[in-house]
């Protein structure tokens, strides 16, 4: 191997005519270190396959997926936690000795664009910092159900799901209209129930859960997020150089924001569609962006509005409910003690503010 540094270019070509025997390990011993280092530094794996999906290329993705599994490989399945191993998926790994080139007979690609994109997604990983530990990464402690983990039930979010992808289904505004606004009277109505179970003195905690923020429009996207996170007592932190926010509350409230924001943005992205101009790309792009601000801003209003419904019906739950936000605060401080508030987004279109407004009201939750 060749000491020193090289460009991009000169990099490659040394790596490409020497022997794959002395390249191979070398490489993937390298890729391996730096998907441990972000695995046992916060990163969990659909957040790294995110990150790296991001660029575009799909083979770091495949790479990235099988780092995965060897970073299970050492462990009993028993000793892993079960939310790392649902998001693992099973990729093929193979030997370490021939991994490289049999990967590249079952990728279909040459050597050289195998080389470059393990090389590129090395220095990706390299540069990426490490994040708050939510799930334990293999190999630091046995799987288990988490202290403080709330009781969700699952049925409970089955009717949810159902009820959010026939509003996503429908035609008719007036429907998806009934369903969404189904759907949020059952989530808020569980969580008042979990509220008044268990109550501030209960040993159930507030966590956290990272959301991945797809672009573009990744800052409209996180606003409305964060509308259906506070409806639903929780908080988030939008960290736009990784993607993605991290919300903060209790479990059963996070399932159904995670639940209800996916399903809003289907809706807002399928009105958007509908509604936008046929012609010029500025225009066009002026739209889409003011026409999300105003869906996320009126959907807030919904929401918040279908959630004191449920309240106030409910004796002596507003003391619980101040009680449990005070957690919540705290866990987010001190996962994040210092936060910069970010600028809202312009609205550089009236026609795209109206139509999401519109929107919203067509998906409106009552």
Request: proline share 5%; aromatic share 10%; with cysteine.
């Given at each position: 191997m060749v000491a020193g540094t090289l460009d991009w270019e000169t990099g490659l070509d040394v790596l490409t005519v020497t022997p794959a025997a002395e390249v191979d390990p070398v490489l993937l011993a390298a890729l391996r270190e730096a998907a441990d280092r972000l695995f046992r530094g916060g990163w969990q794996p659909t957040e790294l396959l995110r990150v790296v999906a991001r660029q575009g290329d799909p083979v770091r993705g495949k790479l990235?997926?099988?780092a995965v599994a060897a970073q299970l490989r050492p462990f009993p399945r028993d000793r892993v936690d079960p939310r790392w191993l649902a998001q693992a998926g099973k990729p093929w790994w193979g030997s370490d000795d021939s991994y490289l080139s049999e990967a590249a007979g079952r990728w279909r690609i040459d050597r050289v664009a195998l080389l470059d994109a393990v090389v590129a997604l090395i220095r990706t990983l390299t540069a990426l910092p490490p994040i708050e530990v939510l799930i334990p990464?293999?190999?630091s402690r046995p799987a288990g159900t988490r202290r403080g983990a709330s009781r969700?039930?699952?049925?409970?979010?089955?009717?949810?799901?159902?009820?959010?992808?026939?509003?996503?289904?429908?035609?008719?505004?007036?429907?998806?209209?009934?369903?969404?606004g189904k759907a949020q009277e059952l989530i808020a109505r569980?969580?008042?129930?979990e509220a008044l179970a268990g109550g501030p003195a209960a040993d159930v905690v507030p966590f956290?859960?990272?959301?991945?923020v797809d672009h573009p429009y990744e800052n409209e996207k996180a606003a409305l997020l964060d509308a259906v996170a506070r409806a639903n007592h929780?908080?988030?932190?939008?960290s736009p150089e990784l993607g993605f926010s991290t919300v903060f509350g209790f479990d059963a409230d996070i399932d159904g924001v995670e639940l209800l924001y996916t399903s809003l943005l289907v809706q807002a992205n399928r009105a958007m569609a509908r509604d936008e101009p046929a012609k010029?790309?500025?225009?066009?792009?002026?739209?889409?962006?003011?026409?999300?601000?105003?869906?996320a801003v009126r959907i807030g209003e919904r929401l918040a509005q279908a959630t004191r419904h449920e309240i106030a019906g409910v004796r002596d739950l507003l003391p619980v409910l101040r009680g449990r936000d005070l957690q919540v605060r705290e866990t987010m401080q001190k996962a994040f003690p210092r936060t910069v508030r970010s600028r809202g987004s312009r609205v550089d279109s009236r026609e795209g503010w109206e139509s999401g407004r519109a929107a919203a009201d067509e998906a409106k939750l009552r």
């Open positions: 990235v997926a099988d990464p293999p190999g969700v039930d699952e049925r409970l979010l089955d009717r949810v799901r159902a009820l959010l992808a026939k509003a996503e289904s429908t035609e008719f505004p007036a429907e998806a209209e009934a369903y969404s569980h969580s008042i129930e956290a859960r990272r959301v991945g929780c908080h988030t932190v939008w010029g790309k500025a225009r066009i792009k002026a739209f889409r962006r003011s026409f999300l601000v105003a869906y």
